[in-house]
């Protein structure tokens, strides 16, 4: 089995400064500043605390990929991102355990141009794949 190790929870808000807030509030010390990803129209923000790394994602936009998200779940955790340095043997391994990919490898400007890629189960839901 490829080594996945996680890399964050990403975590869905509709305000992104109040969050981050809320978040510093409970300890959490913010990475670096807020990014833009122009491919997803999100706002990002990484935080951390303990060990532990927490995505705020918030809209940019009404077409933004996660607005849809947002008005039904509300603000929540909503995926698990692992990181690789087999890309495409834990591509695979994840289809062969039921994942199906929702949308095509592209860069992450908040995670330094690396390729991500997000998957879905019917199991366990959403998760993105760094490498």
Known sequence: M???????IGYLVKKIEKAKKTFEDL???VEHDTVY????????CFLIKDG???EL????????VVSGLLKKYK????????????AEGAY?????NGFAAIDTPTPAPALGGCNVVFLTSPVIGMVELKY
């Open 2 to 8: 490829t080594t996945l190790k996680i890399h964050h």
């Open 27 to 29: 300890g959490y010390q």
């Open 37 to 44: 990803d122009d491919i997803r129209k999100v706002d990002i």
């Open 52 to 54: 532990y790394r927490v």
């Open 57 to 64: 994602v918030a809209p940019a936009s009404e077409d933004s």
């Open 75 to 86: 603000n929540t955790p909503y995926h698990i991102c692992y990181e690789t340095d087999d």
């Open 92 to 96: 695979r391994e994840l289809t062969e």
